[in-house]
DNA sequence: AGAAAATATGGTCAAATGACCACATATCGT
DNA sequence: ACGATATGTGGTCATTTGACCATATTTTCT
């Protein structure tokens, strides 16, 4: 199961298998079955996961608001509360499994000796988060943009491998509309 | 001037003040008038800026969709576009003063030569961008959640002082609502 | 200071949305 | 395989929103 995240490294880090090997000797293999919360809101973010196989979703509520759904994140990628994780504080969002999720996690100090270690860590660490950054902005214009149909057809369109797994109501709090919006708008569209 | 750079580095990052002099040595001063680019959807974003005074405000559309404000920027904080000036590609993002305002400016490559200098200073922009990260979510929370009515007040309640800075437009524009939606709020709340 | 431009307000109307509810269907866990 | 639970669909209705337009007001720039 290892396999598909040294297949993920090869393909996108910089890593000799031997660093590969040293990063996977400090990780712990978890399993969330389907609801299975990570991290509750409130709890301090202690390890950095990567994703094997599965799909998580992070969410998170406005002061007196209903949560929504901020982020899916599938296979191949990775899973963590960024800011809880940093600076350990308690985190504000929920990060739970929408179905059988299968991981790699590293503690946070382990993490960290890893990237002493390893200058090729770092540097793809960074990457990853310039991506973050970008992909946030990106979701904030989505949020604001055109009519929920709009915001519909565009996360089909981005998010097609993900639509099957996925129960609709998720994908309403995810894009800020009602189940009942949603469901009208896909009537809509087999009727045409 | 840069008295306000050198206040806010005291305030907030763990620097000597020879290093802060270093710092200052390769900035360069800017000035934006009313309206003014400083940077274009299309170019590469070459500078760092810090603000020193004044407020900008950073656009972008989703695909064929209006243009909407993702974010202010005022005195005491930096302004880039993270994605274009780290992997240097275009930018999708117009950013721009709304009033006049002064910046200091780096480029890239004397940023970069600070960086190798010091370590203060990478430990501080480490700082910084996971606090970018988690006013992202704060956003995307922000636009999914809430009734006009309470975007409007959560905005007014998180930025009090940049109420009177703003034209009504630009604040619609941010809150993803229209600008009859926000006149009709704020005069329903003068009626109270 | 004064002309020109930008900004804010307000009216009307059609359309879209959400809340609430009931019911059918699919899915899950044992 | 089965019962229990979660999920999706659909109806109705009141409310809100945005589009379009004209006009008043403020601000900017020279």
Same mark, same amino acid.
């Given at each position: 199961?290892? +396999? ?7 393909k996108? /880090? @910089? ?14 293999? *978890? ?10 809101e409130?709890?301090?973010?202690? %390890?950095?996961?990567f994703?094997? *196989? ?13 949560? %929504?759904?901020?982020?899916?994140s $599938?296979?191949? $990628?990775?899973?963590? +509360?960024? =800011?809880?994780? +940093?600076?350990?504080l ?6 739970? /499994?929408? =179905? ?9 100090? +382990?993490?960290?000796?890893?990237? /002493? =270690?390893? #200058?090729?860590?770092?540097?793809f660490?960074?990457?990853?988060? @310039?991506?973050?950054?970008? $992909? @946030?902005?990106?979701?904030?214009? /989505?949020?604001? $943009?055109?009519? #929920?149909? =709009? *915001? ?9 491998e ?13 894009l800020?509309?009602?189940? *009942? ?5 896909? %009537? ?5």
């Amino acid at each position: 199961m290892t +396999d598909l995240f040294i297949i993920y490294l090869r393909k996108n /880090a @910089s890593l000799t298998d031997s660093e590969i090997d040293r990063i996977i000797s400090l990780s712990a293999a *978890k399993t969330l079955r389907r609801n299975e919360l990570l991290l509750q809101e409130g709890q301090i973010c202690r %390890h950095k996961g990567f994703i094997l *196989k599965g799909l998580l979703y992070t969410s998170g509520s406005a002061a007196g608001d209903t949560e %929504h759904i901020l982020q899916f994140s $599938s296979e191949q $990628s990775w899973i963590l +509360d960024a =800011e809880s994780y +940093d600076q350990q504080l308690p985190s504000r969002f929920n990060i739970a /499994a929408v =179905e059988k999720t299968e991981l790699l996690v590293w503690g946070r100090n +382990d993490f960290e000796t890893l990237r /002493a =270690e390893i #200058p090729g860590l770092t540097t793809f660490a960074q990457q990853l988060i @310039s991506r973050n950054i970008y $992909s @946030s902005r990106q979701r904030i214009l /989505a949020a604001l $943009s055109g009519t #929920p149909e =709009e *915001k519909y057809a565009a996360f089909v369109r981005n998010n097609p491998e993900l639509l099957s797994r996925l129960p609709l109501r998720m994908i309403a709090s995810y894009l800020g509309i009602s189940l *009942k919006t949603l469901t009208r708008i896909r %009537h809509a569209q087999t009727q045409r």
